[in-house]
């Protein structure tokens, strides 16, 4: 994302980058995400439907607010979201290696 922003590479994933091995690893780890949290939900005893409920409104809410968020912000940020973006995952990155690693 850092990279892509610095050199004003608007296009990185073009439709032509999107070949079959990529949508089968993809729907691979959603699959394999999905697996654990319904492991997830079924050994705490959570009933089904009520998690359904809450996931789907949850999602929805923080998606819009998103939407929201990011047409008010875009003059502000103009063409600068990919290295802030690139920024926080980084951060986010080293905070879980130094959890696991020192604590």
Request: charged share 15%; net charge positive; with cysteine.
């Amino acid at each position: 994302m850092i990279y892509g922003d610095l050199n004003n590479e608007q296009n990185l994933f073009k439709k032509s980058n999107i070949d079959f091995r990529l949508m089968i690893s993809l729907a691979f780890a959603t699959s394999i995400d999905a697996l654990i949290i319904g492991m997830g939900i079924a050994l705490f005893g959570v009933p089904i439907f009520l998690a359904i409920g809450v996931i789907g409104l949850v999602t929805f809410l923080l998606s819009m607010i998103g939407i929201y968020l990011g047409a008010k912000c875009r003059r502000f940020f103009q063409n600068k979201t990919g290295i802030i973006g690139g920024v926080v995952l980084i951060t986010i990155g080293i905070k879980i290696l130094t959890d696991h690693l020192f604590f």
